[in-house]
């Protein structure tokens, strides 16, 4: 087989331009994935601390007040914090430190002034911690009754059959 050949020459660069179109579309699935995560992530997040603004400035209000402020997604999503924007990395890790400090004070019930300035301090950077998510891809869910619901919204279960 003759190297110089141009059906050798023409064969190789089939095999060059198959492997660069495989590698580039190997590529383009993965940005597309890593894209879907940081979205679902920021979008999870963004729902948990619409509950957890709620939880906080009741306790900022009222340090006495007693909640859990289990936040899973948060706990659980900064095994992939790397998704987000170093910005967005930056704020959710600020806000978990605030946010452990406080339960923190809040488990060995040290100071009532202390857990109202730390919940204080977690509600104000909220705001610039949801933006950043929603920069990242995030959207912020819709509050719950604002949704327009129609009858032809709700399902007809009553015609359904009964599974017992």
């Known amino acids: 087989m003759d190297l110089d050949s141009p059906s050798f020459l023409s064969s190789a660069g089939l095999v060059l331009i198959g492997a660069f179109l495989a590698w580039f579309f190997g590529q383009f699935q993965e940005t597309q994935r890593e894209r879907r995560l940081r979205a679902s992530l920021a979008t999870a997040l963004l729902a948990e601390f619409r509950w957890a603004r709620a939880m906080l400035v009741g306790l900022a209000e009222n340090p006495d007040f007693t909640t859990v402020l289990e936040l899973p997604v948060l706990d659980g999503g900064m095994a992939s914090i790397t998704v987000f924007t170093p910005s967005t990395a930056a704020f959710l890790t600020g806000f978990l430190t605030n946010l452990r400090r406080l339960r923190d004070e809040m488990s060995l019930k040290r100071e009532p002034e202390a857990i109202r300035i730390l919940a204080a301090i977690a509600v104000s950077r909220l ?13 912020m869910p819709t509050p719950p009754g604002t949704e327009p619901i129609g009858v032809d919204d709700i399902p ?9």
């Open 127 to 139: 705001p610039e911690l949801c933006s950043a998510l929603q920069a990242d891809g995030g959207v």
């Open 156 to 164: 007809r279960l009553l015609s359904a059959p009964s599974p017992f």
